[in-house]
């Protein structure tokens, strides 16, 4: 039998949402993905870990807020050559957070934090944040993904050249927060020198802008960047407490300043 957990609005009645309005003003909306993550870990990893965080980040505000709705399928499709994976448009994506952050508004909430555990959703949700200025003048959104907000544990495991998608830092989050989901007899290294890239990958690769982006079957023959044997719990556990601690406060500057 699972315990409830009481942050989290889709276990709440339509009584306890209306108080909530009222005593739990931030909406904290987990966005992730449903694509593939190499041959070792879950198509639902970056969703998964989006979840996790921003479970973490609501019971640290003191019941000023709650989980939302995920969005569990996100912009993916330079993932699509692999097997299992479910992509959104640009398109689409855009409109299922507008028609979110609408029926919230309606309810009365005003402050809303997307935590995105997929870098492809990033685009979208800084086109919605410009679209929401004019559409919902009223209305305070924010956006922010995960493992960047960590520089420094994930540079303190000395990752391969090469790394981010299923690489190390990814691994070892999901070690942390769902080693059941794991298939650590399965983890296997993908492209990890600029060697093992050819020269249009190699620019893609190179960072910053301009930039170009490539299908994951080009990049890796497995969709892996990075070596995720490398990974361990402990190293996603340092990552994933930075990431809650810069979220948390932010949201306790924010949710200070608005009242």
Sequence with gaps: ??????????EMTTLE??????ASPLVIIPAGAFEQHGPGMPLATDTVRAE????????????RAVVGPSLGIGVSPHHLAFAGTVSLS????????RDYVDSLHRHGWRDVLVITGHGG???TLTTVAQDLLVTHPGLRFAWTPLTSLAGEAVAAMRPSAVHGHSGEAETAQMLYL???LVHRERLAPGSVTHDDLDPLSRVARRGGHPALTL??????PNGVLGDPRRATPEDGRAI?????????TFAKEWLASTG
Excluded: F, K
Excluded at 90 to 97: D, E, H, I, Q, W
Excluded at 215 to 220: G, H, T
């Design 121 to 123: 959703n990033n685009a």
């Design 17 to 22: 949402a209306a108080d909530a309005v009222r």
């Design 240 to 248: 994933v407490d930075a990431a809650v601690h810069r979220i948390v």
């Design 178 to 180: 769902a080693p059941e």
């Design 90 to 97: 640009t398109a689409t994506l855009a409109a299922l957070v």
């Design 52 to 63: 996790q965080v921003a479970a973490l980040v609501a019971s640290r505000l003191d019941g």
């Design 215 to 220: 299908p994951y079957d080009r990049l890796s």
């Design 1 to 10: 039998m699972t315990s409830r957990r009481p942050h989290h609005l889709a």
